[in-house]
């Protein structure tokens, strides 16, 4: 069965540099979404993406981040100048649809720790 | 703001037997979508089963069903006969019609003992 993957699934950064994580979304899909979840906290969305723009984010996609699909299978997402607080785990997902029930299927995940 | 809320942090069950992990949610929406994901330990998010709101009939998976309540805004997952391979965390989510976000609860961590 196709899946959504993610790399690295592990990611040591210095506080202050910028981190790139990547995505390689299921090949028929054209929806693309990113979440993150802090430890102890809940899965929250970044944004999700479509026909080469962000057609939703949330208020925690502020200017240090930003999307991109850069090649047609890719999708990353990149934090321009991390911070201590974006320690977590990024989750990419897809989906076939968008509005509709047709779910989002999820990556494993890259853990991501500033230092 | 929707919300969605999992007040079970943890749950446990013998195998064979029957757990139900609650979920409820706050919206103003009278449509939307409500879906359970499994996640595995050290593994990537997968559906269980989802539900559309404006269906009146609980969905079933297999071993997995719901009970939606949609006046009580209520949405527990009942998995029967359940199996080592359940043990996961467990969590609910929502989306409205015209949106793509998913709202998540905090989880439940779901132990199946032998």
């Known amino acids: 069965e196709p899946e959504v993957t993610q790399t690295p699934s592990h990611q040591v950064t210095q506080m202050g540099q910028e981190v790139i994580l990547r995505c390689v979304p299921i090949?028929?899909?054209?929806?693309f979404y990113w979440y993150r979840q802090i430890l102890g906290q809940k899965v929250e969305f970044l944004v999700s993406?479509?026909?080469?723009?962000?057609?939703?984010k949330s208020e925690i996609f502020d200017d240090q981040f930003s999307v991109e699909r850069p090649d047609g299978s890719n999708f990353t997402l990149k934090i321009r100048s991390t911070k201590l607080e974006d320690s977590a785990m990024y989750f990419c997902?897809?989906?076939?649809?968008?509005?509709?029930?047709?779910?989002?299927?999820f990556g494993d995940g890259t853990r991501l720790s500033i230092l | 703001a929707q919300t969605v809320t999992q007040s079970q942090p943890e749950m446990s069950v013998q195998e064979a037997e029957t757990v139900t992990l609650s979920c409820t949610y706050d919206?103003?929406?009278?449509?939307?979508?409500l879906f359970w994901y499994k996640q595995p330990p050290s593994r990537q998010m997968i559906l269980v089963i989802r539900?559309?709101?404006?269906?009146?009939q609980n969905a079933t998976e297999n071993r997995f069903s719901v009970n939606f309540q949609k006046a009580a805004k209520s949405f527990s997952l009942k998995i029967s006969d359940s199996q080592l391979g359940d043990a996961a965390m467990y969590f609910c989510?929502?989306?409205?019609?015209?949106?793509?976000?998913?709202?998540f609860g905090e989880g439940t961590q779901l132990t199946v003992n032998p």
């Open positions: 919206t103003s929406e009278s449509d939307y979508y």
């Open positions: 993406f479509y026909n080469n723009e962000i057609s939703e």
């Open positions: 090949s028929n899909h054209l929806y």
């Open positions: 539900q559309e709101a404006y269906k009146q």
């Open positions: 997902a897809s989906s076939a649809q968008t509005l509709s029930n047709q779910p989002q299927h």
């Open positions: 989510a929502y989306r409205t019609t015209s949106g793509s976000r998913l709202t």
